[in-house]
T-cell receptor, first 116, second 117 residues
Framework: NAGVTQTPKFRVLKTGQSMTLLCAQD?????MYWYRQDPGMGLRLIHY???????AKGEVPDGYNVSRLKKQNFLLGLESAAPSQTSVYFC???????????????FGPGTRLLVL | AQKVTQAQTEISVVEKEDVTLDCVYE???????LFWYKQPPSGELVFLIR??????QNEISGRYSWNFQKSTSSFNFTITASQVVDSAVYFC??????????????FGQGTRLTINP
């Protein structure tokens, strides 16, 4: 099991460029999440998905779009990158073990994005 | 609104010292879960522990122990006999739930722990 993987590991963009971050998990998890980590602020939830074909907004969704066409993949898109989107992006996945709250989120290794 | 506060931004101790990382949370939910994650210099997030709001028993795992006190809304983490490999950023997190049942984590700001040899 590879767990949660993220592609790419590092990317530099110019302001206004677009890109897509890919998250893949091989644990058959229903739920997937995208977070961003900024210095001194911990992680903040961008978007999440409760299943194939469904997505929802998190705490800081502006400037991002997501898609979950396949259960194992969760894509995060930046249509027009801005310097404020310079951050480390983490994907996570989880499943429910039958009792709400007992699911544990497993995180990918992160993608470091620099927007110039 | 849910909130997690880790007031200690950075802690530096000498190896073999004991160290406690503080976590204070706010929530109106009666049922909730608290987590600790470790982020070593390599950058990944490693799950350490999950505790539900109905279980106030302290937990010990090797050199790690956790003290959950509902009366003070705190979930503190202690490392006994610290080692250089414990150097990392530690995050405390609290659950909140979306209508569809997805678990949304609210993270504290993190505490950077440095263990000096």
């Amino acid at each position: 099991n590879a767990g949660v993987t993220q592609t790419p590991k590092f990317r530099v963009l110019k302001t206004g460029q677009s890109m897509t971050l890919l998250c893949a998990q091989d644990m058959n998890h229903e739920y997937m999440y995208w977070y961003r980590q900024d210095p001194g602020m911990g992680l903040r939830l961008i978007h999440y998905s409760v299943g194939e074909g469904t997505t929802a907004k998190g705490e800081v969704p502006d400037g991002y779009n997501v898609s979950r066409l396949k259960k194992q993949n969760f894509l995060l898109g930046l249509e027009s990158a801005a310097p404020s989107q310079t951050s480390v992006y983490f994907c996570a996945s989880s499943y429910s073990v039958g009792k709400r709250g007992q699911e544990t989120q497993y995180f990918g290794p992160g993608t470091r994005l620099l927007v110039l | 609104a849910q909130k997690v506060t880790q007031a200690q931004t950075e802690i530096s101790v000498v190896e073999k010292e004991d160290v406690t990382l503080d976590c204070v949370y706010e929530t109106r939910d009666t049922t909730y879960y608290l987590f600790w994650y470790k982020q070593p210099p390599s950058g990944e997030l490693v799950f350490l522990i999950r505790r539900n709001s109905f279980d106030e028993q302290n937990e010990i795992s090797g050199r790690y122990s956790w003290n959950f006190q509902k009366s003070t809304s705190s979930f503190n983490f202690t490392i006994t006999a610290s080692q250089v490999v414990d150097s990392a950023v530690y995050f405390c997190a609290l659950t909140t739930y979306a209508p569809q049942g997805a678990q949304k984590l609210v993270f504290g700001q993190g505490t950077r722990l440095t263990i000096n040899p």
